[in-house]
């Protein structure tokens, strides 16, 4: 009896390492950054308008001195420091579930963007980045 051997694409192999790299992140159990030795990471939002790429990003408790914003081509950085109100060094904790310590999150813009005009405020623990939209050049290519 001949033997077939059955091999999956590349294709198929990266859609299930995403798949399963998805699923650890959908269920991953949120661990305090003290104990997990990882940085804490808000949660942001990205939207567009006619003129303006939009990111929001929650960061409650955060002084807008501590907070670095840089762009490198498509990717945009923020980091910064969340430092608790009080000193927790003499305090006996019952429950802890807000997150303190650096963070930093990097997201892939899904526009291009002109990031020398760019402005970020920050507004009721949001940060707000307006990004203007690059406009799109209209380019005639010749055939030879």
């Given at each position: ?132 939209k690059k406009k799109a050049r209209k380019v005639t290519i010749e055939v030879k």
């Amino acid at each position: 009896m001949p033997v077939i051997k059955l091999t999956i694409s590349r294709e198929m192999q990266s859609m299930r390492r995403d798949f399963e790299q998805m699923m650890d992140e959908l269920f991953r159990i949120p661990q305090h950054p003290l104990v997990s030795g990882m940085a804490w990471v808000p949660a942001m939002d990205i939207y567009e308008d006619k003129t303006f790429l939009y990111v929001v990003a929650e960061i409650a408790g955060v002084d807008a001195g501590s907070l670095k914003l840089s762009m490198d081509g498509q990717l945009l950085r923020i980091a910064g420091v969340r430092k608790p109100p009080v000193a927790t060094n003499s305090k006996r904790f019952f429950q802890m579930e807000v997150e303190y310590g650096p963070f930093e999150r990097i997201v892939r813009l899904p526009l291009v963007v002109e990031s020398e005009t760019a402005d970020a405020r920050l507004e009721n623990g949001l940060l707000l980045v307006r990004l203007p939209k690059k406009k799109a050049r209209k380019v005639t290519i010749e055939v030879k």
